[in-house]
């Protein structure tokens, strides 16, 4: 009797799991053979359509932009067939699931196929369709997240993403640090063992991390007019460059572009990490002229940077039109060369380049064209090109550009990635877009920095800044930052006149 | 006669609970109502509160946070005329009705401290006075207060001990800062009360009482160590008391330890016997004390002059000209943002140029106001530049007055105003972003829905009341903005176009209010384009009075249009101003509203 009544209870808690699992699994496959087809692609947000992803991405979790009541997802590759039901418009994929079919695809297509459910009707779109790298992506993604403002800000922080699962940790942020204007993270060769950041304000200073030590040091000099600003590490980590900008902003009172920075005045100065010193020589230091944006070289002989006659601002904004440069650099001795060739010049193009980024393989170089000035952030005409060296030749990154501004690029560690800044969704935020790269500089269709939730661009107010990419995660707490930031005034930078 | 009274004594005896609550309730509401009413209709717009699983899930992810999500979701009510004073209402009496309760948990039944079971609720209505003063303080000392009465209510020792435990850090990912309040109230609860009624718990009492203590210190370090890396003090206090989350809220911490004080008088004194004298003693001492936390708190926290600003604020947010300018005439405080606000409604109501110096001015800042890098002057001072139709300017000073929120949150009143210049710019994806975000607030989702029917639909927009208004206005050509120029973009505004009537007269103004004829002269002229049957009564009284300067006959023969009754005031204005070495005193009473008296004595 008693084991009829517990067979009894077995058989109703079978039954139960059978409706409950019949509710939650919907992974069977719903009657779509009738299902009527579409005959065009779905609309999804973000399009995913045709771009080329690494293998180590996070899900490309989208949202289909039809109303429709449920979904059925059909993920097919030559390797196999995935399906996938949802309750209403948005597809999440199971992280497990999906890491196992990028790993299984590498090198190869992956379709999916879209069913619709609206009333009863099931309803089929074409197949839409990514391609899977074989190159990985670089595991972290630091960014800054800022509101984008005027002359104000209160919450913005540094923040590192994990790019293979939507795992977001804080490096620092305004909350820790509150008062601090906090920017300009940079890493050598896209590794965390060495970086930097500066702090202004409230605490202001710049923070530089290497050989496991975290400092923080005071850049400004009698001899430089401002504090160090945008930087480059040398590859062996003994040099970073900086260029010293005085920043100001003007204000639109028409049209879709609300401001422009204008860079009143800029020189570089090279920092050594061991004697706390800077350098420089007349000529990345002219009056005459306006250098930035510096950058070197994979393997740290020849320094680039922009460069422009200097002019009066605000009313020369229009003229002010920087040309590539390069000035060779001897890492033994410190010492930067003599001669400056012009590699892009403004004056032929008509037109102003910036924000130069060397690839790993060094041979190509990466950065934004547009009408003046070196703020690409401001500029709606501001596009990525690519200057072969080996060519001499510069074209643009077609499939990267948009109408809408692209800057702030970076390549990944192994060069077949970059990822990108871009205010092509609405014209005001900065997205984070990457995109596929061949050796041969061929740029695929990049993809939005994907997002757990794909409603989530739809109502995040800030902008994602300077993005950079790094292999591992920064291993230093952000008390351990804000600690060093707090404790000390930081130390004096001097300037050494032996170089 | 005699057992009349004694009837209506014995009812009150009765009854005096519910009549004092009522009196309470009265007041409150009334304070709220009559007194304050614009002050929370001005804090509902400054948050954005979104109806959404997200965000109550990212709410309640922080210490404290469901008070602040409570606080929040409550503050919403404000929008509606009884609702703010209704959820304050609500908030404080619960406040009162839980103290009381805990009150009587320590003494017996019917102790003689009602009346101090009203000093917190009294206290925090008058905190709340001040705006940075958030709701959801209130809610997260509420939310300890419940725990503390159920921590008492339990009677074994041991399941008590374990309450403690689990509800120390419960509250404090509950409500914040109060956490503090329960762990003190418990303290004292364990150490006063109950060891005073059973002694024979020795070692297990302290240890007890220890271990909640380590928690109580521990837990905010652990949360900012692993949680939200938050500076140490501000783990503790948490920031939903004060917007600025780095303030010491030290009158709400005054709650905090007047709970657990309370407790041990209560208890020594209220279980005793008290004698009539000594009653009436302790009745007044409570008296004393609730007149002294009611009035001390107005007096620290209330600011009149600054509710009527708001009331300013709410009328020109409601584009209710007429209110503003009538409560001007009533009483025009001395302050940058009420001037401003009253010229932008002369200059909406077509009379600013005719009664410009009918009120008191504060020069150029009453009519534009600078970004002084902090919300109020942004917020308020975007007013201006949008209904004059310099849109960009507009959402500039939005964007600085979000970015200068004390509390670092988003507003609906600045997301509405953004949506209103990306539609007017033409930024549909833009504006998009910022109406999916107000359709998810319950009390700006019927306005987002309609804003989103506008989107790409230019004729629909271009015929918009606002928005269609606001493209006719706005500049067509490129200038960078400087407060300091502004008069320069009025002119490049008037170039582009020459019947912008408001445009007009603000600048006009400006040069008036500056005292700079010169360019006032030099411009007057473009007012030819807006077709005035007359000039505009204090733009014909500087004309007249530069005119006067030439020659009478230069008054006389001018080409202005110009009544004849300015100048006969001219004349009687001169008559006086250049035969009486006291002249400021004899003009003061007929010609103090006249540009003449203010270019020449203020």
């Known amino acids: ?499 | 006669m005699k057992i009349q009274q004694n009837e209506r004594f014995s009812h009150f005896k009765k009854y005096y609970k519910q009549y004092l609550l009522l009196l309470f309730s009265l007041l409150v509401f009334g304070y709220w109502q009559f007194g304050f009413p614009y002050m929370l209709f001005f804090q509902e717009p400054l948050q954005l509160f979104l109806c959404s699983f997200d965000y109550f899930i990212k709410s309640v992810s922080t210490a404290g946070g469901l008070a602040r999500y409570l606080g929040e979701f409550f503050t919403q009510f404000y929008v509606l005329p009884l609702g703010g004073p209704l959820v304050l209402l609500l908030w404080l009496v619960a406040l009162q009705q839980l103290t009381w309760l805990l009150f009587q948990k320590v003494s017996f039944k019917d102790n003689h401290f009602y009346l101090l079971s009203f000093l917190p609720s009294l206290w925090y209505c008058t905190i709340l006075s001040e705006e940075f003063y958030l709701l959801s303080g209130l809610i997260s000392v509420v939310i300890a207060m419940v725990g503390v009465l159920l921590y008492v209510s339990i009677k074994n020792f041991k399941v008590r001990s374990l309450a403690g435990i689990l509800l120390i850090p419960l509250i404090y990912f509950v409500a914040g800062g109060s956490y503090i309040l329960f762990t003190l109230s418990i303290f004292v609860y364990e150490v006063v009360v109950f060891r005073k009624r059973d002694i024979a718990i020795r070692g297990i009492f302290w240890l007890c009482l220890l271990f909640d203590f380590l928690i109580a210190i521990v837990l905010p370090l652990f949360y900012r160590m692993y949680f939200d890396p938050v500076p140490v003090l501000q783990a503790y206090i948490t920031e939903h008391f004060h917007k600025i989350s780095t303030v010491f809220p030290f009158p709400v911490v005054l709650i905090w330890l007047f709970v657990p004080f309370a407790l041990i008088v209560i208890f020594w004194v209220g279980n005793e016997e008290i004698k009539k004298t000594k009653k009436i003693v302790l009745y007044g001492v409570q008296v004393l004390l609730l007149f002294l936390a009611g009035y001390g708190g107005y007096i620290f926290f209330a600011n009149p002059k600054a509710e009527y600003i708001k009331k300013f604020d709410y009328y020109v947010r409601h584009e209710n000209w007429e209110k503003v300018v009538s409560l001007a005439k009533k009483k025009l405080p001395r302050n940058g943002f009420a001037v401003n606000y009253l010229n932008l409604a002369l200059a909406k109501t077509n009379q600013l140029g005719d009664r410009l110096f009918r009120f008191e001015q504060m020069g150029k800042v009453g009519l534009f106001l600078p970004y002084e890098r902090e919300m109020l002057s942004a917020m308020l001072g975007n007013e201006t530049y949008y209904q004059i139709g310099l849109v960009n300017v507009s959402q500039q000073y939005v964007f600085e007055a979000t970015e200068s929120m004390p509390d670092l949150r988003k507003s609906t009143r600045s997301l509405k105003r953004l949506t209103d210049v990306a539609i007017i710019n033409g930024q549909y994806e833009l504006a998009n972003k910022y109406i999916q975000l107000l359709k998810k607030t319950p009390f700006y989702k019927n306005w987002a829905k309609e804003a989103e029917t506008y989107l790409y639909h230019e004729d629909k927009i271009n015929n918009h009341p606002d928005w269609g208004e606001k493209r006719r206005l706005r500049p067509l050509q490129d200038y960078f903005f400087s407060v300091e120029n502004i008069d320069q973009i009025l002119l490049a505004l008037l170039q582009d176009r020459p019947q912008h009537k408001m445009a007009y007269e603000y600048l006009m103004s400006y040069y008036l209010l500056n005292k700079d004829i010169t360019s006032f002269m030099e411009y007057v002229d473009l007012g030819y384009n807006i077709h005035y049957k007359y000039l505009p009564v204090a733009f014909q009284e500087a004309v007249l009075y530069v005119l006067a300067l030439k020659s009478r006959e230069a008054v006389e023969n001018n080409n202005f249009p110009i009544e004849d009754a300015t100048k006969d005031r001219l004349y009687r204005y001169i008559a006086i101003y250049t035969q009486y070495p006291n002249a400021r005193e004899l003009l003061k009473k007929d010609f103090s509203h006249t540009f003449w008296y203010y270019y020449h004595y203020k």
């Open chain 1, 1 to 499: 009797m008693v084991y009829f009544k517990r067979c009894k209870r077995t058989k109703r808690k079978f039954t139960l799991m059978v409706i409950v699992f019949s509710f939650i699994g919907c992974n069977k496959l719903p009657q779509l053979s009738d299902a009527y087809e579409f005959g065009h692609s779905p609309e999804i947000f973000p399009d995913y359509d045709g771009v080329t992803v690494p293998y180590n991405i996070a899900p490309l979790n989208f949202e289909l932009m039809d109303s429709c009541q449920a979904l059925f997802v059909k993920i097919s590759s030559a390797k196999g067939e995935n399906n996938f039901s949802f309750r209403k418009k948005k597809v999440y994929f199971p992280e497990k699931k999906w890491k196992k079919i990028l790993s299984e695809n590498k090198g190869d297509t992956v379709f999916i196929t879209i069913y619709s459910k609206k009333g009863d009707k099931w309803r089929k779109y074409n197949p839409i369709h990514f391609f899977v790298s074989k190159d990985s992506i670089d595991r972290m993604l630091v960014y800054r997240k800022i509101m984008p403002g005027y002359q104000t800000w209160n919450t913005m922080g540094i923040y590192e993403r994990d790019l293979s699962n939507f795992k977001e940790k804080l490096v620092l942020n305004s909350e820790i640090m509150p008062g601090t204007c906090m920017n300009c993270h940079t890493f050598r060769n896209n590794e965390p063992d060495s970086w930097l950041l500066h702090l202004r304000e409230n605490f202001g200073g710049t923070i530089i991390f290497t050989n496991d030590n975290l400092k923080k040091i005071q850049t400004k000099i009698p001899q430089t007019f401002g504090s160090a600003g945008f930087s480059y590490w040398h590859p062996s980590g003994k040099y970073i460059a900086f260029s010293i900008n005085k920043i100001t902003q003007i204000f639109h009172g028409v049209g879709k572009v609300r401001a422009h920075a204008l860079d009143m005045k800029s020189d570089m100065v090279i920092y050594d990490v061991e004697k706390n010193s800077f350098f420089t020589s007349p000529l990345i230091n002219s009056p005459d002229a306006f250098e930035a944006f510096p950058c070197f070289s994979p393997n740290g002989k020849t320094l680039y940077y922009v460069s422009s006659p200097a002019g009066e601002l605000p009313q020369d904004q229009r003229k002010m039109k920087y040309s590539l440069c390069s000035v060779s650099f001897d890492e033994q001795n410190g010492i930067i060369g003599n001669k400056v060739d012009t590699l892009i010049s403004a004056k032929m193009l008509n037109k102003s380049v910036s924000i130069p980024r060397v690839s790993p393989d060094g041979r190509f170089i990466m950065l934004t064209q547009l009408d003046y000035g070196n703020f690409p952030a401001y500029n709606p005409e501001a596009d990525l090109y690519l200057y072969d060296l080996k060519e001499h030749k510069m074209r643009a990154l077609d499939a990267f550009n948009s109408n809408d501004v692209e800057s702030w690029h970076c390549w990944s560690s192994n060069g077949r990635w970059v990822v990108f800044s871009s205010r092509r969704r609405d014209g005001l935020f900065m997205d984070v877009w990457i995109g596929y790269i061949d050796q041969n500089g061929a740029p695929r269709k990049p993809f939005l920095l994907p997002q757990k939730d794909p409603e989530f661009y739809d109502s995040f107010l800030f902008s994602f800044n300077l993005p950079e990419l790094i292999k591992e995660p920064i291993s230093v707490s952000p008390h351990r930052i804000a600690k060093v930031a707090t404790k000390s005034k930081g130390q004096q930078a001097e300037f050494d006149t032996s170089h």
